[in-house]
Each structure stands twice: as C-alpha cells, then as structure tokens.
C-alpha cells in the first residue's frame, strides 16, 4: 500500500462558490449603529432613514426660459401688441396681476406672475427696450404651460425624495439640500482593522534587508477602506507565528470588521485559517474564535477566510498583491455596504474579446484586462498575456476584470464576454 501523502487532501470538500461564500459573508456582519452628519460630511455616507420634502420644489410655477409672461387668451392671434407692464427676475418676483393685453418681462427661474399661463421667448418678440410701458409686438406663441416649471414639479411637499439606504453621492446631498436638510440621519462609518503578515514584509519607507520585501496590501487596503466610506485602523504587520493574529488585536476591541492580508494558505507558516478554528489558541474560549468558510472556487483568491475573533468578523485574504486586491472589490465591498445599510451592485457589462481564451476549471476567474472602443464604438476587451497573482504591474493598468464562471468553455476572438470595470481609484 503506497504511504499517505501528509500533504495531500482528497477527501476535501468542493470549494465554495463566490456568489455563495459572498452571502455568507454578509449574514455574518451586522449594521453600524446610525448617528447624524452635517450636509458637509455627508459624501459617501449611507441614510439611514429616508428623507422627505421640507417643502414642494419649486415652491411656485417659474419660467424656465428668458422672454414674456403673458395670458394665453392675448396671443391667441398673432401677431399680438401687448404693453410691457413689469419685470420678474430670479429672486425678485413680480407681485402684481397681468391683466388683459399686458405682458411682464421675466427670466429663467423667475416666478411666472398670477394670470399668466404663456412665456413667449424674447426670440418671438419685438421690443424697443427693456422699459415698462412699452409696447411689445409677439412675433410666435408657445401653448400655455410650455416653459412653466410648476411648482412641484422636483418634489412635492412632505413626500420622500431618497430612501433608506441611499449612498449618498454628491448628486444625492445636493437633492436633501434642496428639499430642506443640513443634517442627514446616516449609518456610522464601519471601523476596520487591517493586519497584514508574514515574516517577509517591511512598512513601506524602509529599504527590505535581503529576503524581505515593502508591505503594499496594507495601503491597498486602506485606501480601499476609506473610498467605500469606512475608517481603516493599522494593525501592522503580524509575524508569521500562530497567536499573532490575537497578539496583534490586543489594543483593539472597538472594530466592527478584521480584513488580514497573507498567511491565508495551506503552508505551515500561514496561520490565519488556524488561529480562527482554535487549533493555535492556547485558551481558545478567551478569543472567541470561529471559522465559517475557508477556500473557496475563486482565482485569484482561492484560500480567501471567513470567520470570527473575538466575536469581530474577520475576513481573511490572500497575501498575492492582486489576490488581495481583487479580493476586495468581490467580498470587501459588498461587506462594507451591508454595513452601512446599503446593497452593493456590482456594475458589469459586455465587451467583445481582442483575443482567445483557454476554458477554465472550476474556479470563478477574474481576469485582468485592458479595455479600448473601436471605430464603431464598441468595447473591446484585451486580457493581459501574464495573470500572475503576484503581478501588480499588471493589475494597476487593467481597466476592467472579465469574469468567467467555473467551467467557461473557451472563448475566442470576437465573442462576448462579461466585464466589471475597476473603479478608476483602485
Ligand atoms: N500548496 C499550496 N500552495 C498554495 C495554494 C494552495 O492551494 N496549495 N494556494 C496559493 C494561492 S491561490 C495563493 S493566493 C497563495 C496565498 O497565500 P497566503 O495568503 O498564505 O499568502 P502568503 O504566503 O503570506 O503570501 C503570498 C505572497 O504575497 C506576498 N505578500 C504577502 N503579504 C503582502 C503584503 N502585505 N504586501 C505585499 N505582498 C505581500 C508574499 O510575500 C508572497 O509572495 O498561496 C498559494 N499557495
Ligand atoms: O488564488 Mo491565488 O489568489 O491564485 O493567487
């Protein structure tokens, strides 16, 4: 009988699936407790209750054009004399009535006065000067209604404008702003522990002695962190010994997620996947520790972790920089949203491929690629020939991922293929 190999795990049960591992991922996470932020700190940050209309926008029927309000009974025939009776402008309003054979000259966004149901624009109108009491002749007519924004018509009093759960863009705090909020009910920015580790890793600034090499995911991390609306906390770097992950968490109790980069793995110096189900713990009962998932049909990414520490959630990505990095746009995301109260979607589109690709085995793939629009239009996609995990020379020029599902058969030039593009700041 041939000798067991140590090493070898057959028995092992299929990989998880992304989409599957992803749920799993957000049912172990909770909502951030909700507080309220001025309108100046708003950007990026999620309601948490929705808001309503202060007051109707407008607040009165206004022109939206520059040119005469008159009464559409005057310019029933045409042309038509009518007499210049006053002005209404942006943020002075004519107060007065237009009575039969009058007209008020008026300017976008001025309140359209009383009585009158047509603007006429000032390119259909004859006028000698910009006097009142002059007499106007009215070239062309418009039907009543056309070029009146009434009152409302953005949003009708008391009626809700944003749910909950909106991300709050620069587009969105500019509609509460309008329909009458300074402050906005949010949900708290998530606290995010960031540990990297491995024996290997120096801070960025410091020249690697030999063997050693400067730490990037942390930053990557970081950054990512705080562009989904979270505050990330530096845990440093912990060595590749088991208890490093607990040893590292010691000065921080307050965190609502652990993201740990590298010592995801199966080698005998990678000891997140050990530290969480308690075979590293001396007391295990102290840390609290659980694992949900670990490995999972995903490239990169494959010995991605889920678990607990602490009763913190943890989720724990592979050391490969780009691993790491893509890592964060399929589970960090999403996780970071459900956290604030608000449903990640991930963008996709298609894309026609520049060249041909090999079928792929059971891992969900994301490769990266490089993304051009032909004459015509449309978008084509050029994969980078060198997918290494390790390779951030790539990752940092790719445009999008194209995402293959588990067993895609091969592609070839000229098909259709999914793409998610990478957001311009990762
Ligand atoms: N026998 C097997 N070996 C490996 C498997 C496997 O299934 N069986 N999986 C491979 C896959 S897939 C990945 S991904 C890697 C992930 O390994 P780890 O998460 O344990 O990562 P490390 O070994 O710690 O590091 C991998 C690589 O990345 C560099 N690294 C780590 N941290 C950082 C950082 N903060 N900044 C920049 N670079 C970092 C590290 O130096 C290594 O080169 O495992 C495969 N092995
Ligand atoms: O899945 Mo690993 O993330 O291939 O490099």
Request: glycine content about 8%.
């Amino acid at each position: 009988m041939m000798p067991r190999n140590k090493h070898a795990d057959d028995n092992r049960p299929p990989l998880l699936a992304v989409a599957e591992a992803k749920q799993r991922i957000l049912d172990g996470l909770g909502r951030t407790a909700t507080e309220k932020v001025s309108y100046g700190s708003a950007l990026g940050r999620t309601l948490a209750a929705p808001v309503y209309a202060k007051a109707s926008v407008p607040a009165f029927d206004l022109s939206a054009m520059d040119g005469y309000a008159v009464r559409g009974e005057d310019v029933k025939t045409l042309p038509a004399r009518l007499t210049r009776c006053g002005e209404s402008a942006a943020g002075h309003p004519f107060t007065g009535k237009v009575a039969r054979g009058e007209a008020v000259r008026i300017f976008t966004g001025a309140k359209v006065p009383d009585d009158a149901d047509v603007i006429i624009l000032q390119e259909d109108v004859d006028a000698m000067s910009e006097e009142n009491g002059i007499t106007i002749t009215i070239k062309s007519g418009n039907p009543a209604g056309k070029h009146i924004r009434r009152k409302g018509l953005d949003m009708e009093k008391d009626t809700p404008v944003l749910d909950a759960g909106q991300h709050l863009s620069a587009r969105a705090i500019s509609l509460c702003l309008s329909a009458g909020h300074i402050e906005l009910e949010v949900y708290k920015q998530p606290r995010i522990g960031i540990l990297s580790t491995g024996d290997e890793l120096v801070p960025p600034g410091t020249t690697p002695a030999k063997g050693q090499i400067v730490s990037s995911n942390a930053q990557y991390l970081a950054d990512f962190v705080e562009m989904n609306g979270g505050i990330p906390i530096n845990l440093g770097i912990a060595r590749d010994a088991a208890g490093a992950l607990a040893e590292a968490l010691e000065a921080h109790a307050e965190l609502d997620l652990i993201v740990t980069s590298g010592g995801a793995s199966v080698g005998v110096h990678d000891h997140i996947a050990g530290d969480l189900d308690g075979a590293n713990q001396k007391v295990d009962t102290v840390n609290q520790t659980q694992i949900d998932f670990w490995k999972i049909a995903m490239r990169p990414g494959k010995p991605v972790i889920f678990g607990k520490i602490r009763n913190i959630p943890l989720l724990g990505l592979p050391g490969n920089p780009v691993s790491s990095a893509i890592c964060a746009m399929i589970f960090l995301a999403p996780a970071m949203a459900h956290m604030q109260g608000r449903h990640h979607q991930d963008m996709t589109f298609h894309a026609m491929l520049a060249s041909d690709l090999r079928d792929n085995d059971k891992r969900q793939e994301y490769l990266r690629a490089t993304l051009a629009y032909d004459a015509a239009g449309r978008a084509i996609v050029t994969p980078a020939s060198l997918q290494d995990s390790s390779m951030l020379s790539v990752l940092a020029n790719a445009d999008v991922l194209i995402m293959r599902p588990p067993f895609d058969p091969a592609r070839h030039a000229g098909d259709q293929v999914t793409v998610l593009p990478i957001p311009r700041l990762f």
